[in-house]
């Protein structure tokens, strides 16, 4: 496998260090007691890539530390991985977790929202996980057109996340979503809770899948296929096909 080496755009404030795993440790914590439903996402996202019948390349967007793509990459023929992230330190963990794939690897510090069009090429498998939810609605429509430019032909865009039931609203999503967290979480203390709920109602903003295929149809793309949603309708996986 080879990889690229990556640079750090700076020295590190520690502070920063410091929040990054705080914040960090937490979530990893999340997953791994499978609040989010990274198991069964997982289940159904390997289950879609074991129908590709040749090498691909993927994008994974977002990617933090890479351990939820590394896992499900590991041990296929794909043609390449490159991983993009805002943090640098997260790209550290990244580079140990992407060891696992056996293709080129690239990791590459960057705001995806802005920064996707500097890729060097396109993709045929794309890869955003719990991320599309932290835009706007117009950032969400301009990002998929953006998606859809790096997207290559016959390529599909896959992406896991938060949605409104139709005709709900966020204020209701986050009512059931914070009831849920509280009462089902019991490996997090309640302060560790509360912090994930300060998160999650003042940077979510879910849509519903009919508003995210008007966004992917006008981009070009075709109407989700939904691969995956949960039993309390709080997430969903999602494949978006080029046209």
């Known amino acids: 496998m080879d990889q690229e080496p990556l640079i750090s755009p700076s020295p590190r404030d520690a502070e920063a260090v410091r929040d990054f795993f705080n914040g960090w440790n937490l979530y990893r914590r999340i997953v791994e007691n499978d609040y989010l439903c990274h198991d069964s996402v997982r289940q159904a996202l390997s289950g879609w890539l074991d129908g590709l019948e040749r090498p691909f390349s993927f994008l994974d967007l977002g990617c933090g530390d890479a351990a939820f793509s590394s896992g499900i ?22 580079r140990g977790n992407a060891r696992q794939i056996a293709a080129p690897v690239s990791l590459v510090h960057g705001d995806f929202v802005t920064e996707i069009g500097t890729l060097p090429a396109s993709y045929d498998v794309i890869y955003l996980g719990l991320s599309l939810h932290h835009l706007s609605r117009p ?18 865009l896959l992406v896991y996340d938060p949605i409104l039931s139709p005709g709900e609203v966020r204020d209701v999503f986050m009512g059931r979503w914070v009831d849920h967290a509280k009462w089902t979480w019991k490996a997090l203390t309640m302060e560790e809770i ?50």
């Open 194 to 243: 509360d912090g994930a709920v300060e998160h999650v109602t003042t940077a979510d903003f879910p849509e519903e899948i009919g508003t995210l295929n008007r966004m992917a149809v006008s981009a070009g793309f075709r109407p989700a296929e939904v691969l995956f949603t949960d039993r309390s309708d709080f997430y969903a996986l999602m494949a978006f096909r080029g046209e």
């Open 139 to 156: 950032e969400k429509e301009f990002f998929f057109g953006e998606l859809r430019r790096r997207t290559a032909p016959g390529g599909t």
């Open 73 to 94: 990459l590991n041990g296929r023929a794909i043609a390449s991985y490159t991983g993009m992230d805002l943090s640098p330190v997260a790209l550290d963990l990244a």
